[in-house]
Protein backbone atom coordinates (compact mmCIF):
# COMPACT_ATOMS: atom_id res chain seq x y z
CA UNK A 1 0.00 0.00 0.00
CA UNK A 2 1.38 2.82 -0.93
CA UNK A 3 -1.13 5.62 0.08
CA UNK A 4 -0.37 8.15 3.20
CA UNK A 5 -4.01 8.82 4.80
CA UNK A 6 -4.19 12.82 6.69
CA UNK A 7 -6.75 14.26 8.54
CA UNK A 8 -8.70 16.84 9.55
CA UNK A 9 -9.09 17.96 5.85
CA UNK A 10 -9.46 21.44 7.63
CA UNK A 11 -8.62 22.68 11.00
CA UNK A 12 -9.26 26.17 12.87
CA UNK A 13 -7.51 27.55 15.90
CA UNK A 14 -7.18 30.80 17.85
CA UNK A 15 -4.01 32.63 17.46
CA UNK A 16 -1.17 31.22 19.80
CA UNK A 17 -3.24 27.76 19.73
CA UNK A 18 -1.23 24.41 18.80
CA UNK A 19 -2.96 22.88 16.13
CA UNK A 20 -2.00 19.76 15.24
CA UNK A 21 -2.45 17.50 11.65
CA UNK A 22 -1.94 13.64 11.73
CA UNK A 23 -0.85 11.38 8.98
CA UNK A 24 -1.06 7.32 8.84
CA UNK A 25 0.77 5.22 6.50
CA UNK A 26 0.90 1.25 5.45
CA UNK A 27 3.84 0.65 3.83
CA UNK A 28 6.76 -0.18 6.70
CA UNK A 29 9.60 0.56 3.98
CA UNK A 30 8.89 4.49 4.22
CA UNK A 31 11.88 5.93 5.76
CA UNK A 32 11.71 9.36 5.14
CA UNK A 33 8.47 11.65 6.35
CA UNK A 34 8.27 15.54 5.36
CA UNK A 35 5.94 17.96 5.42
CA UNK A 36 5.17 20.80 2.60
CA UNK A 37 3.49 23.71 3.79
CA UNK A 38 1.61 25.76 0.87
CA UNK A 39 0.60 29.20 0.80
CA UNK A 40 -2.56 30.41 -1.62
CA UNK A 41 -1.40 30.61 -5.07
CA UNK A 42 2.29 29.09 -4.48
CA UNK A 43 3.86 26.00 -4.68
CA UNK A 44 4.08 23.54 -1.50
CA UNK A 45 7.88 24.46 -0.02
CA UNK A 46 9.45 21.89 2.44
CA UNK A 47 8.89 22.68 6.30
CA UNK A 48 10.10 19.85 8.17
CA UNK A 49 11.25 16.01 7.69
CA UNK A 50 11.58 13.22 10.21
CA UNK A 51 13.33 9.73 9.22
CA UNK A 52 12.16 6.85 11.64
CA UNK A 53 15.50 6.64 14.19
CA UNK A 54 13.83 9.53 15.89
CA UNK A 55 10.30 9.97 17.54
CA UNK A 56 10.77 13.85 17.44
CA UNK A 57 12.06 16.46 15.61
CA UNK A 58 11.93 20.25 16.06
CA UNK A 59 12.49 23.31 14.02
CA UNK A 60 11.24 26.26 15.51
CA UNK A 61 7.53 26.29 16.37
CA UNK A 62 7.27 22.65 14.17
CA UNK A 63 7.53 19.82 15.25
CA UNK A 64 6.81 16.47 13.75
CA UNK A 65 6.16 13.41 16.23
CA UNK A 66 6.80 10.05 15.04
CA UNK A 67 5.15 6.65 16.05
CA UNK A 68 7.13 4.14 14.35
CA UNK A 69 4.71 1.42 15.68
CA UNK A 70 1.40 2.54 14.49
CA UNK A 71 2.57 4.10 11.37
CA UNK A 72 1.71 7.43 12.31
CA UNK A 73 3.46 10.84 12.39
CA UNK A 74 1.73 14.34 13.33
CA UNK A 75 2.91 18.14 12.63
CA UNK A 76 2.37 20.18 15.68
CA UNK A 77 2.71 23.86 15.15
CA UNK A 78 3.24 25.88 18.68
CA UNK A 79 2.12 29.13 19.29
CA UNK A 80 0.38 29.63 15.95
CA UNK A 81 0.01 32.65 14.65
CA UNK A 82 -2.23 34.00 11.38
CA UNK A 83 1.10 33.53 8.88
CA UNK A 84 0.72 30.26 8.99
CA UNK A 85 -2.24 29.82 7.38
CA UNK A 86 -1.92 27.43 4.95
CA UNK A 87 -2.14 24.10 3.40
CA UNK A 88 0.39 21.65 5.15
CA UNK A 89 0.66 18.17 3.22
CA UNK A 90 2.78 15.01 4.82
CA UNK A 91 4.24 13.02 2.67
CA UNK A 92 6.60 9.85 2.66
CA UNK A 93 8.74 7.47 0.63
CA UNK A 94 11.37 5.32 0.70
CA UNK A 95 14.37 7.37 0.85
CA UNK A 96 17.10 4.72 0.10
CA UNK A 97 15.40 3.60 -3.37
CA UNK A 98 15.35 7.09 -4.13
CA UNK A 99 11.49 6.18 -4.60
CA UNK A 100 8.79 9.12 -5.16
CA UNK A 101 6.98 10.75 -2.44
CA UNK A 102 3.39 9.88 -2.00
CA UNK A 103 1.74 12.93 -0.60
CA UNK A 104 -1.67 13.10 2.04
CA UNK A 105 -4.70 14.48 0.97
CA UNK A 106 -3.75 18.25 2.73
CA UNK A 107 -5.29 19.91 5.75
CA UNK A 108 -6.41 23.93 4.91
CA UNK A 109 -5.24 25.58 8.70
CA UNK A 110 -6.36 28.79 9.48
CA UNK A 111 -5.09 30.60 12.30
CA UNK A 112 -7.63 33.72 13.56
CA UNK A 113 -6.73 36.54 15.23
CA UNK B 1 17.53 33.38 -8.48
CA UNK B 2 17.36 29.71 -9.13
CA UNK B 3 14.12 28.14 -9.01
CA UNK B 4 11.60 26.81 -11.19
CA UNK B 5 9.13 29.14 -13.48
CA UNK B 6 5.64 27.77 -14.77
CA UNK B 7 3.42 29.49 -17.16
CA UNK B 8 0.67 30.46 -18.14
CA UNK B 9 -0.19 30.96 -14.38
CA UNK B 10 -4.17 30.77 -15.12
CA UNK B 11 -5.28 29.37 -18.64
CA UNK B 12 -8.90 29.31 -19.56
CA UNK B 13 -9.66 26.94 -22.92
CA UNK B 14 -12.67 25.31 -24.39
CA UNK B 15 -13.36 21.52 -24.40
CA UNK B 16 -11.65 19.71 -26.52
CA UNK B 17 -8.81 21.85 -26.95
CA UNK B 18 -5.25 20.80 -25.98
CA UNK B 19 -3.17 23.05 -24.11
CA UNK B 20 0.20 22.98 -22.76
CA UNK B 21 1.81 24.02 -19.44
CA UNK B 22 5.52 25.24 -19.58
CA UNK B 23 7.93 24.04 -17.10
CA UNK B 24 11.20 25.65 -16.58
CA UNK B 25 13.95 25.56 -14.07
CA UNK B 26 17.51 26.85 -13.92
CA UNK B 27 18.16 24.72 -10.44
CA UNK B 28 20.43 22.02 -13.05
CA UNK B 29 18.17 19.61 -11.46
CA UNK B 30 17.86 16.10 -13.03
CA UNK B 31 14.76 15.09 -12.16
CA UNK B 32 10.85 16.89 -12.81
CA UNK B 33 7.90 16.59 -12.00
CA UNK B 34 4.39 17.56 -12.92
CA UNK B 35 1.57 17.30 -10.28
CA UNK B 36 -2.04 17.69 -10.25
CA UNK B 37 -3.58 19.47 -7.11
CA UNK B 38 -7.72 19.19 -6.48
CA UNK B 39 -9.12 20.17 -3.45
CA UNK B 40 -9.23 17.02 -1.10
CA UNK B 41 -7.14 15.56 -2.69
CA UNK B 42 -3.93 15.89 -2.05
CA UNK B 43 -0.79 16.12 -5.24
CA UNK B 44 -1.24 13.43 -7.42
CA UNK B 45 1.75 12.67 -9.84
CA UNK B 46 1.25 12.69 -13.47
CA UNK B 47 4.50 12.35 -15.06
CA UNK B 48 8.07 12.20 -14.12
CA UNK B 49 11.63 12.33 -16.08
CA UNK B 50 14.76 11.80 -14.54
CA UNK B 51 16.58 12.31 -17.23
CA UNK B 52 16.46 14.00 -20.64
CA UNK B 53 14.88 12.14 -23.42
CA UNK B 54 13.28 10.20 -21.22
CA UNK B 55 9.91 10.02 -18.28
CA UNK B 56 7.76 7.39 -17.10
CA UNK B 57 3.97 7.88 -16.60
CA UNK B 58 2.94 8.61 -12.71
CA UNK B 59 -0.33 7.88 -10.99
CA UNK B 60 -2.65 9.59 -13.28
CA UNK B 61 -1.01 10.22 -16.57
CA UNK B 62 -4.46 9.02 -18.88
CA UNK B 63 -5.66 12.45 -21.05
CA UNK B 64 -1.84 13.91 -20.43
CA UNK B 65 1.55 14.06 -22.77
CA UNK B 66 5.42 15.34 -22.10
CA UNK B 67 8.74 15.69 -23.71
CA UNK B 68 12.24 15.89 -22.20
CA UNK B 69 14.29 17.32 -24.39
CA UNK B 70 16.13 19.96 -22.93
CA UNK B 71 17.51 19.28 -18.87
CA UNK B 72 15.70 22.77 -17.62
CA UNK B 73 12.08 22.15 -19.78
CA UNK B 74 9.40 19.97 -18.84
CA UNK B 75 6.07 20.91 -20.62
CA UNK B 76 2.77 19.21 -19.74
CA UNK B 77 0.05 18.74 -22.33
CA UNK B 78 -3.20 18.72 -21.11
CA UNK B 79 -5.46 16.44 -24.58
CA UNK B 80 -8.81 16.26 -24.94
CA UNK B 81 -8.79 12.66 -23.84
CA UNK B 82 -8.62 13.87 -19.96
CA UNK B 83 -11.95 14.04 -18.84
CA UNK B 84 -11.72 16.49 -16.31
CA UNK B 85 -8.68 18.55 -16.80
CA UNK B 86 -9.71 21.50 -14.37
CA UNK B 87 -7.12 22.15 -11.60
CA UNK B 88 -3.69 23.41 -10.43
CA UNK B 89 -0.85 22.12 -12.52
CA UNK B 90 2.36 21.66 -9.88
CA UNK B 91 5.70 21.39 -11.58
CA UNK B 92 9.00 20.44 -9.67
CA UNK B 93 12.13 19.32 -9.46
CA UNK B 94 14.80 17.19 -7.67
CA UNK B 95 18.66 17.84 -7.35
CA UNK B 96 18.91 13.72 -8.39
CA UNK B 97 16.90 10.84 -7.59
CA UNK B 98 18.98 9.96 -4.75
CA UNK B 99 17.77 13.38 -3.50
CA UNK B 100 13.86 13.78 -1.96
CA UNK B 101 13.63 17.35 -1.38
CA UNK B 102 11.07 18.58 -4.09
CA UNK B 103 11.36 22.25 -5.10
CA UNK B 104 7.86 23.26 -6.87
CA UNK B 105 7.27 26.18 -8.76
CA UNK B 106 4.46 28.29 -8.32
CA UNK B 107 1.74 26.71 -10.14
CA UNK B 108 -0.53 26.90 -13.57
CA UNK B 109 -4.56 27.03 -12.67
CA UNK B 110 -6.34 25.52 -15.48
CA UNK B 111 -9.96 26.16 -16.03
CA UNK B 112 -11.94 24.11 -19.07
CA UNK B 113 -15.31 25.91 -19.67
Known amino acids: QQQVKQSPQSLIVQKGGIPIINCAYENTAFDYFPWYQQFPGKGPALLIAIRPDVSEKKEGRFTISFNKSAKQFSLHIMDSQPGDSATYFC????????????FGEGTQLTVNP | DGGITQSPKYLFRKEGQNVTLSCEQNLNHDAMYWYRQDPGQGLRLIYY???????QKGDIAEGYSVSREKKESFPLTVTSAQKNPTAFYLC????????????FGAGSRLTVL
Open chain 1, 91 to 102: AASVETSGSRLT
Open chain 2, 49 to 55: SQIVNDF
Open chain 2, 92 to 103: ASIADSGANVLT
